[in-house]
Nanobody, 123 residues
Framework: QVQLVESGGGLVQPGGSLRLSCAAS????????IGWFRQAPGKEREGVSC??????GTYYTDSVEGRFTISRDNATVYLQMNSLEPEDTAVYYC??????????????????WGQGTQVSVSS
């Protein structure tokens, strides 16, 4: 069973950048799809980006397309976030599913979740 730990969150000004990390233990990520999700206060958790284990395909929700980039190695998945906006403020979670040949951005697709890391975008 894989355990996930997120890090890299913090407070940043609008237009700034952060890189989130999702470190895995208990298993390598080679056969897992990994998703990044976020939950803002008073809102439902939404899918932000994901990466598949099969073809390495990546997907982004429309609101972050062109600003966020997901990448991975066999132990860690990263989310590079550029041009951050106040609307990006949320707790960010990573999640894993296996087999993860093709990833998706729905919560129910994922079996394992990290504890979350806070991202705040404010001047």
């Amino acid at each position: 069973q894989v355990q996930l730990v997120e890090s890299g969150g913090g407070l940043v000004q609008p237009g700034g950048s952060l890189r989130l990390s999702c470190a895995a233990s208990g298993a390598t990520l080679d056969y897992y799809a990994i998703g990044w999700f976020r939950q803002a206060p008073g809102k439902e958790r939404e899918g932000v980006s994901c990466t598949s284990s099969g073809d390495g395909g990546t997907y982004y929700t429309d609101s972050v397309e062109g600003r966020f980039t997901i990448s991975r190695d066999n132990a860690t998945v990263y989310l590079q976030m550029n041009s951050l906006e106040p609307e990006d403020t949320a707790v960010y979670y990573c999640a894993a599913e296996s087999p993860g040949i093709k990833c998706g951005l729905y919560n129910f697709e994922y079996d394992y979740w990290g504890q979350g890391t806070q991202v705040s975008v404010s001047s």
